[in-house]
């Protein structure tokens, strides 16, 4: 869907209808989630995921995160073992998403899973998205709402300024909480299991539930946030910056000061629920490179490295 004045649906019952009624009917909608807002398309509807990947301009082999109302729903697209839904039970609604063998009457779009035999899960804890998928009851495709390989959005105007007059209606749910994408965990059928991408949810909290994860599977994509360049603000990002380079944006965590901070306390909870806020700052600035603090390589702090070494790449 296109169009020059885009729409901005405001997050209340007729809202919420009116974006339950545009993707029930095919038709794309933003919609915010706790992680980032998600560029949501019914799953079941092969065109309709077919827009997704045209709007984003996104590869054809990178899966997508379906987005469920309840565990119910999900245990109709994948199969679930103890372990997942255990987890299920522990983080949803929330930001964790499950990469489970998909269920053979599933029913789901083929290129949602991208040609797999598995299918990515997660129910959101956003009250917003939880009420569009309640009133819709369908599960929902849902990546980023951005241009592929571009800064996630944690608000109604960084859709827009990715998507421009080509932008779908938004449903403004105001600033992301979290502000990183999901923990995405896959679980094997043979018991092992792995983290494919780190999330709010750390990884040693999960070790903790598992047990140790299985050796990297190599090139394989298997989930979203996977491909070593993504999250790219579009100019060159230094990292573990202590002071910025001559005429660089400087963005700062902790004690390192900058243009912007992360965190000036070094929260690392505050400086995830940022990350996409100050990229985004950087990358409409007038300076032409972007330094980074450094950041701590534990608990969310892994998370927050990823997506600044994929950004960098």
């Not at 040609?115 to 990546?143: F, N, W």
């Not at 990297?216 to 100019?235: C, D, N, V």
């Not at 972007?290 to 927050?304: K, L």
Request: hydrophobic share 40%; proline share 8%.
């Amino acid at each position: 869907m296109s169009g020059k004045n885009p729409a901005i649906l405001e997050p209340d019952a007729s809202g919420i209808a009116q974006a339950a009624q545009l993707l029930r009917e095919g038709k794309l909608v933003a919609l915010p989630t706790e992680t980032v807002y998600g560029l949501a398309a019914r799953a079941d509807d092969a065109g309709a995921v077919a827009e997704i990947y045209r709007a984003k301009s996104r590869p054809d082999f990178n899966p997508l995160i379906v987005h469920v109302s309840s565990l119910a729903m999900a245990k109709r697209l994948a199969q679930f073992d103890d372990r997942a839904e255990n987890l299920a039970r522990r983080y949803w609604p929330g930001p964790l998403t499950l990469v489970l063998p998909l269920r053979e009457d599933a029913g789901i779009a083929p290129a949602v899973s991208a040609g797999l035999s598995t299918i990515a899960l997660r129910q959101p804890a956003h009250p917003v998205a939880a009420a569009v998928l309640s009133e819709l009851d369908l599960p929902l495709a849902a990546p980023s709402a951005n241009r592929s390989n571009a800064l996630s959005p944690t608000s109604a105007a960084h859709v827009l300024a990715s998507f421009g007059e080509d932008s779908p209606p938004i449903l403004d749910g105001g600033e992301a909480k979290a502000g990183l994408e999901s923990t995405i965990v896959a679980l094997r059928e043979n018991g092992e299991w792995s983290v494919l991408r780190p999330g709010p949810i750390p990884v040693e909290e999960l070790e903790d539930l598992l047990g140790p994860q299985e050796k990297s599977r190599g090139a394989t994509i298997e989930a979203p946030g996977q491909l070593k360049k993504h999250y790219s603000p579009g100019k060159p990002v230094m990292l573990d910056c202590a002071k910025p380079t001559e005429g660089a944006f400087m963005i700062g965590f902790g004690s390192v000061q900058g243009d912007t901070t992360l965190s000036a306390t070094g929260d690392l909870a505050e400086a995830a629920a940022r990350l996409y806020a100050c990229l985004h700052k950087a990358a409409a600035s007038e300076k032409q490179t972007i330094c980074v603090a450094p950041i701590p390589e534990e608990g969310m702090g892994r998370a927050i490295n990823d997506r600044l070494r994929r950004a960098a790449a």
